[in-house]
């Protein structure tokens, strides 16, 4: 079955810098797009990045726009999230997700995605 394994999160001064990844197994990585979400405490979960099947299409939510990147390693099934000058307010839990179909494009909402992992945790200290 699908299986989508986050790791990389943890406790880091703002200004700071982590590298999430998500493994993913179970399915042709390759020919599905990924994103990340995140949700904070009390907050509903909200769209952060996506990225093609191939790796030459990202979107980004305007909040993290020119401080995150998305990428992804085909040949290691596994998609990353490259956080950088990190705020208090990007503290929440980060998933990673899948699409039910295989296609072409990137997806923002969370009702577009059917696989999830089970989120790392972010704190980000001020």
């Known amino acids: 079955q699908v299986q989508l394994v986050e790791s990389g999160g943890g406790l880091v001064q703002a200004g700071g810098s982590l590298r999430l990844s998500c493994a993913t197994s179970?399915?042709?990585?390759?020919?599905?797009?990924m994103g990340w979400f995140r949700q904070a405490p009390g907050k509903e979960r909200e769209f952060v990045a996506a990225?093609?099947?191939?790796?030459?299409?990202?979107n980004y939510a305007d909040s993290v726009k020119g401080r995150f990147t998305i990428s992804r390693d085909n040949t290691k099934n596994t998609v990353y999230l490259q956080m950088n000058s990190l705020k208090p307010e990007d503290t929440a839990v980060y998933y990673c997700?899948?699409?039910?179909?295989?296609?072409?494009?990137?997806?923002?909402?969370?009702?577009?995605?059917?696989?999830w992992g089970q989120g790392t945790q972010v704190t980000v200290s001020s």
């Open positions: 997700a899948a699409p039910p179909l295989a296609t072409f494009g990137t997806y923002h909402q969370r009702s577009e995605y059917a696989y």
């Open positions: 179970g399915y042709t990585f390759s020919s599905y797009p």
């Open positions: 990225i093609n099947r191939s790796g030459t299409i990202t």
